[in-house]
């Protein structure tokens, strides 16, 4: 168990439906990162928060959007859903990474795995 | 462009036998490199990682990897594979702000 936690693990929904999913990070972390795990496009980092700003930015939709709370939990917004949108996204989160080098080591959520009918 | 290739997308091998996964690496300067595992149905778990120093890491679960500046590779090696090692191994290099990863390599184990 790393720590990290991701609600729900599974999702189900139609095209063109908006969903929200959320992850709260190890205690004492202060940097939240999305990913997106798909067949065809493997492992994409989205986007990084750090301490409730957005730190860094990867290959994320203009559809999907992603915020960090004042409690450190965040939460990634998918919407107007498409067919190739289903995929595993991950949340990680470490200690650091306020600095261009993201050596801090991340410890991964289990996931949730997004169906998009 | 900063990339990380993993040459071999699937490897089987047996029980008790070594183990070797490839990784090559494309950067402006030498990144921060380190390779996860993924079990089925799991996230990610941090095997090792290289920062600087020596260029023979140790890890969890007896892994351990060589860099080489040379070959541009962080190789990741196992001297005896366990039923449980079967899993699908990334590797992963640090720099601008991400994590870029590998596509992966799936290692099965036979009895």
């Known amino acids: 168990d790393s720590g990290v936690t991701q609600t729900p693990k599974h999702l189900i929904t139609a095209t063109g439906q908006r969903v929200t999913l959320r992850c709260s990070p190890r205690s004492g972390d202060l940097s939240v990162y999305w990913y997106q795990q798909s067949l065809d496009q493997g492992l994409q980092f989205l986007i990084q928060y750090y301490n409730g700003e957005e730190r860094a930015k990867g290959n994320i939709l203009e559809r999907f959007s992603a915020q960090q709370f004042p409690d450190l939990h965040s939460e990634l917004n998918l919407s107007s859903l498409e067919l190739g949108d289903s995929a595993l996204y991950f949340c990680?989160?470490?200690?650091?990474?306020?600095?261009?080098?993201?050596?801090?080591?991340?410890?991964f959520g289990p996931g949730t795995r997004l169906t998009v009918l | 462009a900063q990339s990380v290739t993993q040459p071999d997308i699937h490897i089987t091998v047996s029980e008790g036998a070594s183990l070797e996964l490839r990784c090559n690496y494309s950067?402006?300067?030498?990144?921060?490199l380190f390779w996860y595992v993924q079990s089925p149905g799991q996230g990610l778990q941090l095997l090792l990682k290289?920062?600087?120093?020596?260029?023979l890491v140790q890890g969890i679960k007896g892994f351990e990897a060589e860099f080489k500046r040379s070959q541009s590779s962080f190789n990741l090696r196992k001297p005896s594979v366990h039923w449980s090692d079967a899993a699908e191994y990334f590797c992963?290099?640090?720099?601008?702000?991400?994590?870029?990863f590998g596509a992966g390599t799936t290692v099965t184990v036979r009895a």
């Open positions: 290289y920062f600087s120093g020596d260029t």
């Open positions: 950067y402006g300067a030498t990144p921060y």
């Open positions: 990680a989160s470490s200690v650091g990474g306020q600095g261009a080098l993201t050596i801090n080591e991340q410890f």
């Open positions: 992963a290099a640090a720099g601008d702000y991400k994590l870029s």
